[in-house]
């Protein structure tokens, strides 16, 4: 059985290799993108199962990521996990409507993000 693809989109390295390290030992196959144009090419291009999201990102913020990749034809599939510090009931509100599956705020517990990926897959 092929492994799941999850694109991690962060703008923080640091976030990127601890989000990457954990879901790779969950047995995950992982993308990068680093902002939020590389973000919606990697989706196009890669075709990942599903999507870790930051809302602040350069160029594009994740809910224009979010609102594009949802939709386009060839993405609107691809379950969107927003993962962002911002944690106002308004944040959550404008993430889960430009097309979110679910937001999760920063810090997480490694557990629960992993109960979302798998629920979501």
């Known amino acids: 059985m ?3 693809r999850i694109l991690v989109v962060d703008d923080s ?5 601890l ?34 999201l930051d809302v ?12 594009t990749l949802k939709r386009a034809p060839e993405s609107s599939h691809i379950p969107v996990i927003m993962l962002t510090g911002k944690s106002q009931p308004s944040d959550r509100f404008w993430g889960m409507k430009q097309g979110a599956d679910e937001y999760v705020t ?9 109960a979302s990926v798998q629920r979501l897959l």
């Open 2 to 4: 092929a492994r799941a």
């Open 19 to 52: 989000i990457s390290t954990m879901l790779l030992a969950g047995g995950y196959d992982v993308i990068t993108a680093g902002d939020g144009e590389e973000a919606i090419s990697k989706a196009t291009r890669e075709r990942p199962d599903l999507i870790l």
């Open 56 to 67: 602040v990102l350069p160029k594009l913020n994740g809910y224009q990521v979010c609102r």
């Open 13 to 17: 390295p640091t976030e990127v290799t």
């Open 106 to 114: 920063k810090p997480f517990l490694p557990e629960a993000l992993v």
